[in-house]
């Protein structure tokens, strides 16, 4: 049973703009902190941001560092990725984790399916 669901991604010009959402358990989001990876093609994946549900705190990696913003919505159990001036090297399939909030992003202990996206110069 897939317990993270990731949807909003899709192809963009240079410069535009994507809002990536992650929808879990009500059990994961209380649970673990979460956040965003990537993998463009034939590269490791990568994690770009992580957000402490319990207080909101976040991490960036430096690649996505002002570009990017990673947001909850607690009603919902919904984790959200805003990401603005995207760039042909922000082309990836981008997946959502449930981390532990000590590791943060080098510690995941489920995943989303994946979401491609897609920028063309």
């Known amino acids: 049973q897939v317990q993270l669901v990731e949807s909003g991604g899709g192809s963009v010009q240079t410069g535009g703009s994507l809002r990536l959402s992650c929808a879990t358990s009500?059990?994961?989001?209380?649970?673990?902190?979460m956040g965003w990876f990537r993998q463009p093609p034939a590269k490791e994946r990568e994690g770009i941001a992580a957000i402490y549900i319990r207080n909101g705190s976040t991490v960036y990696a430096d690649s996505v560092k002002g570009r990017f913003t990673i947001s909850q919505d607690n009603a919902k159990n919904t984790v959200y990725l805003q990401m603005n001036s995207l760039k042909p090297e922000d082309t990836a399939v981008y997946y959502c984790a449930a981390l532990d909030c000590f590791e943060g992003l080098k510690v995941a202990y489920d995943w989303g399916q994946g979401t491609q996206v897609t920028v063309s110069s």
């Open positions: 009500a059990y994961i989001y209380s649970t673990y902190c």
